[in-house]
């Protein structure tokens, strides 16, 4: 059995008025398998628990296959949850924990052959007489899978499960999750903070930031179609570049896109998309370009859909297949509010934020290398990814890097050196346009028929 899962206008507020989750709406169809995806803090384990009943929902109504369910406790609702933390009681065996449950649902039950069945399913016979001591996290996690899945339930629902594995396992382990799911064709909500997890992994996905729903699109539509600034920085790596811009129509001449230092001409006769900004005329905007938009290449190699930027290299990642190159091009980086959670911490605060929090050898160095302050000295509103302190020098990002410029990738093939001048070819038709409020208005929202391929 699965089951449709539907949340009306949901909102939940804890003690001392904090909004975890504002008004959210959100149907996820039998067997679908979705993600919901958001910076650390954002209301993501609080979407999860009160789907499963362990956290009172504020104000608004959830729905099991269309029956109102704001009411029925945990253990009626038929659905599994399975935590980051792998939850096994150390005094009982592999088979023991999964047989758990269904000794609760029916005392002196033979449970053998449906654990055995699970186990085997899971590909974990070999674990079921040891200790949780006795695993490793993978097996562990997988034993834990096993418990929440052994009462078929009809609905899974997984908080960061894989976030306590190595990155290797976190592969692996996802490809089994999904493999499994479908395999089920349980209805599956899947926590995640990790962008790229969520890409791989769900059927649709939906982004939240501060309690709020983004955007809820297939994968792809996430990324080549952000509904906003704040979803087309958070979804993919390198991160898309934003830099701040405005446009300009004079009467006599050609449409341009001034970036302070440089500009780019749109090219004549102006496409649907581009005539979309006359509008904005004066105001600022926010361009986004991903790493993909952009090559290192001559005007020579210019097509038509292309317009002529230069910079000076910065900065070079190898990174064996190709390599990302920063080229500073004097635009002023756009800041994106909210990427990690700015709510005041409560609780103990977000786990990344407690993460953070402890001191962190690796952090203090690069802020040391850089003469900035360590991540546990920094001020509160440090600047956002590719934002940088006047007179200092470049900030590194989230992964990392350094970077006040755009990110573009090249052929491993290509080397650029240091402080070397070069132009850059912009594909006007992968550019994103955000107004003053961060909303996409480039290409034009609602036009499913020009879907990139
Ligand atoms: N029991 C609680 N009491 C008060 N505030 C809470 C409680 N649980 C969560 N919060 C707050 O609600 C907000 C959302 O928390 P939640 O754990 O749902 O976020 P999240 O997106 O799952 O974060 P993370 O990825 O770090 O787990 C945060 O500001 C958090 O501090």
């Known amino acids: 059995m699965t089951r449709a899962i539907s949340l009306r206008d949901v909102t939940k507020i804890y003690p001392r008025d904090v909004v975890a989750v504002n008004r959210l709406s959100l149907d996820i169809a039998p067997g679908e398998f979705l993600v919901l995806l958001g910076p650390s803090g954002c209301g993501k384990t609080t979407v999860l628990r009160m789907i499963a009943g362990l956290e009172d929902i504020t ?74 001591a006795q695993l490793s996290g993978g097996e562990r996690q997988r034993v834990a899978m ?57 059927d649709r996905v939906a982004v939240l930031r501060d309690g709020v729903i983004q955007q809820v699109s297939a994968a792809r539509e996430v990324y080549q179609r952000p509904e906003n600034v704040f979803v087309a920085a958070f979804v993919g790596t390198p991160r898309i570049n934003l830099l701040r811009a405005t446009v300009h129509a004079p009467l006599d001449g050609r449409l341009n896109i001034d970036f302070g230092t440089q500009r780019i001409q749109l090219p004549q006769p102006l496409s649907p998309d581009h005539q979309m900004l006359r509008v904005q005329m004066g105001r600022e905007i926010t361009v986004g370009l991903r790493s993909e938009a952009a090559r290192i290449a001559g005007p020579q190699e210019m097509r038509p859909t292309e317009a002529l930027l230069n910079g000076v290299v910065q900065h070079v990642e190898f990174q064996g297949h190709e390599s990302l190159v920063h080229v500073s091009t004097g635009a002023r980086p756009a800041r994106v509010e909210g990427l990690e959670s700015p709510r005041p911490p409560t609780r103990g605060g977000s786990r990344a934020a407690r993460r953070a929090r402890g001191a962190n050898p690796l952090r203090q160095l690069v802020g040391r290398v850089l003469g900035r302050p360590a991540a546990d000295q920094e001020p509160a509103e440090p600047p956002a990814e590719g934002q940088q302190h006047p007179g200092q020098p470049p900030a590194p990002t989230a992964a990392g890097r350094i970077s006040d410029g755009l990110v573009v990738r090249t052929g491993a093939d290509v080397h650029p050196r240091l402080g070397e001048r070069v132009p850059l070819l912009i594909d006007l038709d992968q550019m994103y346009v955000f107004d003053e409020d961060g909303r996409r208005i480039c290409p034009a929202p609602l036009r499913p028929d020009r879907a990139r391929p």
């Open 59 to 132: 104000s608004g109504e959830l729905l099991l296959d269309g029956e109102l369910a704001n009411g029925i406790p945990p253990g009626q609702r038929g659905l599994a949850m399975v935590f980051q933390h792998y939850a096994l009681y150390p005094n009982m065996t592999g088979e023991q924990n999964m047989s758990f449950p269904l000794k609760i649902e029916s005392p002196g039950r033979d449970t053998t052959a449906q654990v055995r069945e699970t186990a085997r399913l899971l590909g974990i016979e070999e674990l079921l007489d040891r200790f949780p």
């Open 146 to 202: 096993g418990r929440a899945i052994v009462r078929r339930p009809s609905a899974f629902l997984l908080d960061e499960p894989l976030s306590n594995l190595d990155a290797k396992l976190r592969t692996r382990l996802r490809a089994e999750i999904a493999t499994l799911t479908r395999h089920l064709g349980v209805t599956t909500v899947y926590v995640t903070h990790d962008q790229a997890e969520a890409m791989s992994l769900g």
